[in-house]
């Protein structure tokens, strides 16, 4: 079951409006006059990552309990009861009022975790409510706006301790349910005559692509199934995407190897892994390096791919070049898998496979975000943030927000003098140290805002 947060609070002070902004729908009703909400009423709410239970509850009122409002009182004392924390809502452009010092004591007499929220603390207005608040004994307030959505990450802090958990699912994407079992859709990229379709050829044992000497044969992206056998015998479906060869933009002048190159283009983002193939007689040139960054651009998954091995000469020394040349050359995500293979004799096929398996599995993981803030507090204790002109810049806390290609949202304050090279030392970390290897991972900025900060 997901934890559980219970919204309480006298009327009229913006409960249901938080309710559907967590849920992401307007499922509860919400009008200018108090007690529209008289039922509990439950959604799933995500926040920044992370889901769990969130419940409505009408507005508490100090009345017999036999009376309607009595009674709706009971159902949120049930609410609070059975939550793991509550959400307390006050006006902070009303202040504090005798019936919200009556529901802070109840709450603090109860076992349930609260955390204090000031709503509608918009504007200066809310100044003195928030200042007040400090006042009912349940902690720091959270300047707060339901209407306008400010402050969620405020909130995300404060409820964290109590909503994450670490073997409840994280929230997927439909894309992300059962990729395991999905054909993995893989593109072949390159320049012309790399011999992409050789190698297709070859997965599938059949000719069943037109090849020959001549450069820029294929025109349209072909999409072809096939069935993979792995190691253990496990038969795995596999979708391979031959397209046209890349050239330079300066030398594509015909209209028809335009559309081509479109439509390889287009393939690259349906695709879950690209294969870029290398003629290895040829060496690394500066197109290759052009096509592996709008890959990267992209947000796929890459595998580099050194076809025609079997005809190179000194094949060390120019493994080595080329790999040096890649790590200069894609200096944004170092480690890509650059594997050895021949289209024309079958050697490596099975290998490239493999690790395009595995890539596509670090390419859709999540983590949660409770490890992940473990791992970034390790990382700002190595190497704490700078201090340009002597002001501290605060990182906060990251949360994974997206998967394929993986994506964080890095929260603190005056992050826009954050120097890059930090930037990349927390991409690199979390490459290195969560297991996402050489795929590419994404990372924003945002700064919390800071109601004073007009002050």
Same mark, same amino acid.
Request: charged share 25%; glycine share 10%.
């Given at each position: ?25 307007? @499922?509860?009703?919400? %009008? ?9 009423? /439950? &959604? +799933? !709410?995500?926040?920044? $990552? *992370? ?55 109840? @709450?603090?007499?109860? %076992? ?9 603390? /918009? &504007? +200066? !207005?809310?100044?003195? $409510? *928030? ?325």
């Amino acid at each position: 079951m997901l934890p559980t947060v219970a919204i309480v609070g006298r009327p009229n002070v913006g409960k249901s409006t938080l309710f559907n902004r967590l849920v992401g729908k307007k @499922l509860a009703l919400v %009008d200018d006059q108090p007690g529209v909400t008289r039922d509990r009423r /439950e &959604g +799933k !709410a995500n926040l920044l $990552g *992370v889901d769990f239970t969130i419940i409505d509850t009408a507005g508490y009122e100090d009345e017999d309990p036999q009376s309607l409002p009595g009674r709706m009182r009971m159902q949120t004392q049930a609410a609070v009861e059975s939550a793991d924390v509550a959400l307390f809502l006050i006006d902070a452009r009303a202040g504090i009022t005798p019936l919200d010092e009556e529901i802070a004591r109840w @709450l603090r007499e109860g %076992d349930a975790p609260v955390v204090l929220v000031a709503n509608k603390a /918009e &504007g +200066k !207005a809310a100044d003195g $409510g *928030v200042m007040e608040a400090f006042g009912l004994g349940l902690g720091d307030p959270i300047p707060f706006s339901a209407e306008h959505g400010q402050g969620m990450a405020d909130l995300f802090q404060a409820l964290l301790p109590h909503i994450d958990r670490e073997e409840e699912e994280a929230p997927v994407e439909e894309d992300e349910l059962d990729f395991e079992s999905a054909p993995l859709k893989l593109a072949i990229v390159g320049r012309p005559n790399a011999g992409k379709s050789t190698l297709i050829n070859r997965f599938l044992g059949e000719n069943r692509l037109l090849t020959g000497p001549e450069a820029g044969i294929t025109r349209d992206s072909i999409a072809v199934d096939w069935e993979w056998t792995d190691a253990d015998g496990n038969v795995r479906p596999v979708r391979l995407i031959d397209t046209a060869g890349m050239r330079k933009r300066a030398k594509v002048q015909d209209k028809l190897e335009k559309l081509a190159v479109s439509d390889g283009l287009n393939a690259v983002n349906f695709a879950e892994v690209v294969v870029l193939l290398l003629d290895a007689t040829r060496g690394l040139e500066a197109q290759d390096l052009r096509i592996a960054d709008r890959v990267i651009e992209e947000g796929r998954a890459l595998v580099i791919g050194l076809n025609k091995w079997d005809t190179v000469e000194n094949g060390s020394a120019l493994y080595q070049g080329i790999k040096q040349a890649l790590s200069d050359g894609l200096a944004q995500i170092r480690g890509v898998p650059i594997l050895t293979l021949s289209g024309a004799t079958g050697k490596g096929l099975d290998e490239i496979i493999r690790v395009a398996f595995e890539t596509r599995t670090a390419w859709s993981q999540r983590i949660s975000t409770g490890q992940l803030n473990r791992w970034f507090e390790r990382a700002l204790e190595a190497n704490p943030p700078p201090a340009p002109g002597g002001k501290r810049i605060k990182l906060r806390y990251i949360t994974q927000n997206k998967t394929r290609p993986p994506t964080f949202v890095l929260f603190g304050t005056r992050l826009d003098e954050l120097p890059e090279s930090y930037r990349r030392y927390l991409v690199n970390g979390i490459r290195k140290e969560l297991g996402f290897g050489a795929v590419p991972v994404r990372l924003t900025l945002r700064s919390a805002k800071n109601p004073y900060a007009s002050k």
